[in-house]
């Protein structure tokens, strides 16, 4: 079966580093999301993406976030600055209207900010 | 909100025992999605059922939607130890690239 994968699985940086978070969404999808989940907590929109542009963004989603897709396969989320409290769990989704209003959801990059 | 709210926040059960989990949402939906996530790992997809929908199975998954209540349950028959994992219910999406909400999550323990 198809599925989103993420890269890095783990990732631990010092505070004020950029970093980035890559995912392959599945590869007839069209619509991208990135969410987040803090340890312990609920997992929490941050942005979709359709057609090379945001469609939508969450109040979490301040100017040190923005999403990339450099090519017609990948998907990427850049942190320009991170801050502690930027460690979490980062899961990249992917869905096609076409096929079902499913959503499906990669493994996740945990991102650690020391 | 769309926001789902899940309960019990904490489940734990027997193996071989059924376990249901309820979740509550606040707006007119078209679409509702339970998914499953065990310790540290990703979300992974169970079953979406539709707002004309009123009831969906998959093999030992059974979810109901009630509209009018704006409530829907997700029903592990016989479950096993392996169903130890935390449950999401997910409102939405609403349209073609609309995002889905989350609730809290149902954390259910299956004790062998």
């Known amino acids: 079966e198809p599925e989103v994968t993420q890269t890095p699985s783990h990732q631990v940086t010092q505070m004020g580093q950029e970093v980035i978070l890559r995912c392959v969404p599945i590869s007839n999808h069209l619509y991208f999301y990135w969410y987040r989940q803090i340890l312990g907590q609920k997992v929490e929109f941050l942005v979709s993406?359709?057609?090379?542009?945001?469609?939508?963004k969450s109040e979490i989603f301040d100017d040190q976030f923005s999403v990339e897709r450099p090519d017609g396969s990948n998907f990427t989320l850049k942190i320009r600055s991170t801050k502690l409290e930027d460690s979490a769990m980062y899961f990249c989704?992917?869905?096609?209207?076409?096929?079902?209003?499913?959503?499906?959801f990669g493994e996740g990059s945990w991102l650690t900010v020391v | 909100s769309q926001q789902g709210e899940e309960d019990p926040q904490a489940l734990s059960i027997q193996e071989g025992e059924n376990a249901t989990m309820n979740c509550s949402y606040k707006?007119?939906?078209?679409?509702l999605q339970w998914y499953r996530q065990n310790s540290g790992r990703g979300l992974v997809h169970l079953i979406l059922?539709?707002?004309?929908?009123r009831e969906k199975h998959s093999g030992r998954l059974r979810v109901t939607l009630d509209t009018s209540k704006k409530s829907s349950s997700l029903l592990i028959t016989a479950s096993r130890a392996a169903d130890t994992a935390s449950y999401f219910c997910?409102?939405?999406?609403?349209?073609?690239?609309?995002?889905?909400?989350f609730g809290p999550g149902t954390s259910l323990s299956v004790i062998p």
């Open positions: 993406f359709y057609n090379n542009e945001i469609s939508e």
């Open positions: 707006t007119s939906i078209n679409n």
């Open positions: 989704a992917s869905g096609n209207r076409l096929a079902g209003n499913t959503i499906y």
């Open positions: 059922i539709r707002s004309n929908e």
């Open positions: 997910a409102t939405g999406p609403k349209t073609s690239y609309d995002k889905v909400i």
